[in-house]
């Protein structure tokens, strides 16, 4: 690329300091901004740390910028379609952690202003990027598996989040779930039509007190017939256990969990290896890292963007009716509409 895409940030909690640092050491863009609301001495120090030309407490005066390009959205959930319509009004491209609302309604007018004004819109499932994850869709793709008839998928974290992130979060299925939505989505390269969930709450009382769950079952069936089955746990005591199985007519194809090394100890009392790598920064990095590299083709070379807009609202979709199935104890019926934006029904069964 001749010119870097000059990047701003909105959010700089967790996600939106991991995505600067990796933006920084990336010749396809020049990150020059980043705005947020509750800007003290450590945030100013840790900018100054990266030599961030301006930190300000309000995005408007970012997206005010006219040498920035593109904006990364990394602020809390119930923010992201607000900032999506004000990039889109200011004609930056746009990244968007998920979801990118927890309201189907804000989902679609985000998307139909975006479409309007036409600009970019990539949602972060990183998780497509993982290569091992990759290996799988392009196993499906090629049919060495056959006719995918089973997709396993195991995500489980390492310890629980705290309580007040829960309140704020939309909940297991929109803030854990909805990547293995997605990822199921991304494997079979189809639309669900139906969801049926088990939920529990066997971690943790909290949960319960918040309307939540920290263990689940889902079931979806995809409109060829085939299923996926995923299972979810807040806490898994061994650390981030991430696996993905897909079962076919001429085979199967598993990806495991990534551990710090290969090595197995066998002894006449054991048999050990490493723990899974403990959290989602450690498993994801590379995804991290290509999913934005995947952006800056797109905004650049005008490829197909790797998740779009459309990507997020149907895993959207998928978590709503998740959380319908479990709170009437019935499987939840999705339809399909042609055209961009285009809010689905859903019918309990």
């Given at each position: 690329m001749v010119n870097p895409i000059v990047v701003g940030i909105i959010g700089a909690g967790r996600i939106g300091r991991l995505h600067a640092d990796n933006l920084?050491?990336?010749?396809?863009?020049?990150?020059?901004?980043?705005?947020?609301?509750?800007?003290?001495?450590?945030?100013?120090?840790?900018?100054?740390?990266?030599?961030?030309?301006?930190?300000?407490?309000?995005?408007?005066?970012?997206?005010?910028?006219?040498?920035?390009?593109?904006?990364?959205?990394?602020?809390?959930?119930?923010?992201?379609?607000?900032?999506?319509?004000?990039?889109?009004?200011?004609?930056?491209?746009?990244?968007?952690?998920?979801?990118i609302s927890l309201s189907s309604e804000q989902t679609s007018r985000a998307l139909q202003i975006a479409k309007e004004e036409g600009v970019l819109l990539q949602v972060g499932f990183n998780r497509r990027m993982d290569p091992s994850f990759r290996k799988l869709k392009q196993l499906v793709q090629s049919g060495q598996l056959g006719k995918p008839h089973i997709v396993k998928i195991t995500s489980r974290d390492p310890q629980p989040p705290g309580e007040a992130y829960v309140l704020s979060s939309g909940g297991m299925f929109m803030d854990m779930t909805i990547h293995d939505f997605d990822m199921a989505r991304y494997l079979m390269g189809e639309e669900v039509v139906e969801v049926y969930t088990r939920g529990a709450n066997l971690v943790d009382p909290m949960f319960g007190r918040c309307g939540d769950v920290d263990t689940a079952v889902i079931t979806l069936t995809f409109a060829s017939g085939s299923i996926c089955v995923i299972d979810n746990s807040r806490k898994a005591v061994y650390g981030y256990d991430q696996r993905v199985e897909v079962f076919g007519s001429h085979g199967s194809a598993t990806a495991d969990n990534c551990?710090?090394?290969?090595?197995?100890?066998?002894?006449?009392?054991?048999?050990?290896?490493?723990?899974?790598?403990?959290f989602f920064l450690e498993r994801y990095n590379q995804a991290f890292t290509d999913e934005v590299a995947a952006f800056a083709q797109a905004v650049r070379l005008q490829e197909p963007l790797i998740c779009s807009g459309i990507d997020g609202q149907q895993a959207e979709r998928i978590a709503e009716a998740a959380k319908e199935s479990h709170l009437t104890g019935l499987p939840v019926k999705l339809s399909h509409h042609a055209g961009e934006g285009t809010p689905a029904t859903s019918q309990v069964l």
């Amino acid at each position: 690329m001749v010119n870097p895409i000059v990047v701003g940030i909105i959010g700089a909690g967790r996600i939106g300091r991991l995505h600067a640092d990796n933006l920084r050491v990336m010749p396809s863009f020049k990150l020059k901004s980043i705005a947020e609301a509750m800007v003290g001495e450590e945030l100013l120090e840790w900018a100054e740390s990266r030599n961030l030309g301006s930190v300000f407490t309000n995005g408007e005066d970012l997206l005010n910028d006219p040498e920035i390009e593109a904006v990364f959205i990394c602020t809390p959930t119930d923010t992201h379609a607000y900032w999506i319509e004000q990039a889109a009004r200011a004609h930056k491209s746009i990244f968007c952690e998920k979801p990118i609302s927890l309201s189907s309604e804000q989902t679609s007018r985000a998307l139909q202003i975006a479409k309007e004004e036409g600009v970019l819109l990539q949602v972060g499932f990183n998780r497509r990027m993982d290569p091992s994850f990759r290996k799988l869709k392009q196993l499906v793709q090629s049919g060495q598996l056959g006719k995918p008839h089973i997709v396993k998928i195991t995500s489980r974290d390492p310890q629980p989040p705290g309580e007040a992130y829960v309140l704020s979060s939309g909940g297991m299925f929109m803030d854990m779930t909805i990547h293995d939505f997605d990822m199921a989505r991304y494997l079979m390269g189809e639309e669900v039509v139906e969801v049926y969930t088990r939920g529990a709450n066997l971690v943790d009382p909290m949960f319960g007190r918040c309307g939540d769950v920290d263990t689940a079952v889902i079931t979806l069936t995809f409109a060829s017939g085939s299923i996926c089955v995923i299972d979810n746990s807040r806490k898994a005591v061994y650390g981030y256990d991430q696996r993905v199985e897909v079962f076919g007519s001429h085979g199967s194809a598993t990806a495991d969990n990534c551990r710090p090394t290969t090595v197995e100890v066998s002894t006449a009392s054991s048999v050990t290896r490493d723990q899974p790598q403990h959290f989602f920064l450690e498993r994801y990095n590379q995804a991290f890292t290509d999913e934005v590299a995947a952006f800056a083709q797109a905004v650049r070379l005008q490829e197909p963007l790797i998740c779009s807009g459309i990507d997020g609202q149907q895993a959207e979709r998928i978590a709503e009716a998740a959380k319908e199935s479990h709170l009437t104890g019935l499987p939840v019926k999705l339809s399909h509409h042609a055209g961009e934006g285009t809010p689905a029904t859903s019918q309990v069964l």
